[in-house]
Nanobody
Framework: QVQLVESGGGLVQPGGSLRLSCAAS????????MGWYRQAPGKQRELVAA???????NYADSVKGRFTISRDNAKNTIYLQVNSLKPEDTAVYFC??????????????WGQGTQVTVSS
């Protein structure tokens, strides 16, 4: 079993910054792709950013230049630095990781979500 614990969300004014974290633990042999998604009220969940095990990142057009995804493979942790926040960034942010367990099973897991609210 694999557990994901997210942290770092909150209420911030437009133009502000936050750093989201997601730590994975449990029966983990390796973690391949990791990513952050978000879901705003009444909207579908969308990919914000993703990063490969080797560190290659890609971003949604709406966040390019403002958000930075990174990972610490030794800690099985993924981060999302979010800068220059806009009201339209308000959403619940979820981490997603693709795990190979010690039994060599492979599947993805979701974090519980952390609320980011951008408002003055």
């Amino acid at each position: 079993q694999v557990q994901l614990v997210e942290s770092g969300g909150g209420l911030v004014q437009p133009g502000g910054s936050l750093r989201l974290s997601c730590a994975a633990s449990g029966s983990i042999f390796s973690i391949n792709d990791m990513g952050w998604y978000r879901q705003a009220p009444g909207k579908q969940r969308e990919l914000v950013a993703a990063i490969t095990r080797g560190g290659i990142a890609n971003y949604a057009d709406s966040v390019k230049g403002r958000f930075t995804i990174s990972r610490d493979n030794a800690k099985n942790t993924i981060y999302l630095q979010v800068n220059s926040l806009k009201p339209e960034d308000t959403a619940v942010y979820f981490c997603n990781v693709f795990v190979t367990t010690y039994t060599l099973a492979q599947r993805d897991y979701w974090g519980q979500g952390t609320q980011v609210t951008v408002s003055s």
